[in-house]
């Protein structure tokens, strides 16, 4: 069963961070997590007969799209400002920065991202915060990355806006993808939780 990570949280009173890319056991394979560290939420919590509203749907989608987009041209200042206030004040911000421009010139220009699943979650039971919340899968292509997947996790706040608490991103750069057999990739690829459209 897949696990995500939700609302921000305090773990054992101190905020832990996830700013840098890490690097697994192949070089270039990498996971970056943005967020402050969570419980984990099985998906089998979600309430089967609550669906969210049409508007929340289109505001979500709307929010993932101007998020990549401002990344994406190098707009970290309005990127960085759908961050929920704890999440960006446990974040140094120059670092952050640094980390996308970092992974921008190794991945080249975007060629394409497409939404590969939204999850919804209302009321989660152990969730820090209460309210619904909405996960938004993704997967990118770049001029030098063929594999790269992750998340958006965003929370509805109570004036109605939803404000972004966590984000997840793996990528496997081309060279390294053109050693590795098919099997190889395919089990990379379900290790980082990557979904076909």
Request: hydrophobic fraction near 35%; proline fraction near 3%; charged fraction near 20%.
């Amino acid at each position: 069963m897949t696990k995500r990570t939700l609302s921000p949280t305090h773990c054992h009173g101190t905020l832990f961070v996830l700013l840098a890319f890490t690097a697994l056991p192949l070089s270039a394979l990498q996971v970056a997590n943005t967020g402050v560290q969570v419980p984990q939420i099985e998906e089998s919590e979600l309430e089967a007969k609550w669906e969210p509203s049409e508007q929340d749907q289109l505001k979500i989608k709307l929010l993932s799209y101007q998020y990549f987009q401002a990344k994406d041209n190098s707009d970290y200042k309005t990127a960085f400002e759908s961050f929920s206030k704890d999440m960006a004040s446990a974040i140094d911000f120059n670092n952050w920065k640094s980390n996308l421009i970092k992974f921008y010139g190794i991945a080249g220009t975007l060629k394409s991202r497409t939404p590969t699943r939204i999850t919804w979650y209302n009321n989660p039971a152990n969730a820090a915060v209460s309210g619904i919340f909405s996960a938004v899968d993704y997967s990118s292509i770049f001029a030098n990355i063929n594999i790269h997947c992750g998340y958006l996790m965003w929370h509805k706040k109570d004036d109605g806006n939803f404000e972004l608490i966590r984000e997840e991103q793996n990528y496997l750069d081309t060279a390294t993808q053109k050693k590795l057999s098919d099997s190889e990739i395919a089990d990379i690829k379900a290790k980082f939780g990557c979904r076909e459209s």
